[in-house]
């Protein structure tokens, strides 16, 4: 009979580990304290990319999203498979779930190993980007800056339905509350198109911060009840406007910089 035991453990960086005959893993939360992205590969494949202000193996002040929770794409390790943290060194990979023990003759089961094909095409990442305005160069009122974007090939697939996070960096005087809005365009269409006279325009930076913290937002904002689409062959724009009144400019020999990073569900046909 297949018994279930809490499965959290920590997988250092570099060093390649095959699961046992009669165990398996079903990973649910992954996280990381890696500042640079390392990717979690099984049987040599890369599965998920992550980083640490996406995914931080501990929920703590500075970053309050905590391990990433992995849904429907939750990770499976079925038995004598390798897997690998392959990220910078002294990294460390958090994997919570359940690790799964057989009995003699007992094998790991529907609908574990239809999800262990799928995952190698399907489950969860992020997409990050910045725009540096330019040295000594102000930021004018209204002007808006594309920051992020994606158009998918062919046999690719998005879903944004997820943690979205930004920042603007190096402003005279700081970042104050309606300074600066994000905007989503999608095939080149704005999807916010209807704004009255004075309405600061897009979604306000400081509700989606990078990442929530105990001093900045603690909670953080998410596209989960507005989920934007994007098929192959189509595309997304994430844009920050200066919604201040007023043009911005850097302190001297600085740039002003805008930085997005969201997440997002991906789909890729198998080939």
């Known amino acids: 009979m297949v018994r279930g035991l809490p499965l959290d453990k920590i997988v250092p960086a570099g060093t390649t580990f095959t699961s046992e005959k009669r165990e398996a893993f079903i990973i649910n939360y992954i996280g990381t304290n890696a500042t640079s ?59 919570i779930g359940t690790k799964l023990l057989f009995d003699p003759g007992e094998s790991l089961g529907e609908p574990y190993m239809t999800r262990y094909r799928a995952q190698f095409n399907e489950g969860l990442t992020y997409l990050e980007a910045s725009y540096s305005h330019g040295a000594d160069t102000a930021w004018p009122a ?56 004075g309405e600061k325009k897009g979604i306000e930076l400081l509700s989606a911060p990078r990442p929530p913290t105990d001093t900045t937002e603690e909670i953080p904002f998410s596209l989960a009840q507005y989920p934007i689409e994007i098929p192959g062959d189509h595309d997304i724009s994430f844009r920050v406007v200066n919604n201040s009144g007023a043009s911005k400019s850097p302190p001297t020999g600085q740039s002003i910089t805008a930085t997005i990073t969201v997440l997002a569900q991906y789909f890729r046909k198998a080939i």
Do not use: C
């Not at 979690?40 to 990319?49: A, E, G, H, S, W």
């Not at 905590?66 to 392959?86: A, H, M, N, R, S």
């Not at 690719?156 to 339905?161: A, G, L, P």
């Open 142 to 197: 209204g002007e808006e800056r594309q920051v992020l974007y994606l158009k998918p090939a062919v046999i690719e697939r998005y879903v944004f339905n997820s943690v979205l996070m930004a920042e603007v960096a190096n402003v005279s005087g700081g970042v104050a509350e309606g300074d600066w809005g994000i905007l989503i365009y999608v095939d080149g269409q704005p999807l916010d198109f209807i704004h009255h006279s």
């Open 37 to 95: 992205d390392g990717t979690l590969k099984i049987d040599d494949k890369p599965v998920i990319k992550i980083k640490s202000l996406v995914a931080p193996h501990r929920l703590r002040d500075t970053n309050l999203l905590g391990p990433l929770q992995l849904g429907d794409f939750y990770i499976v390790v079925p038995p004598e498979t390798k897997y690998l943290w392959d990220a910078p060194s002294g990294t460390v990979l958090r994997i």
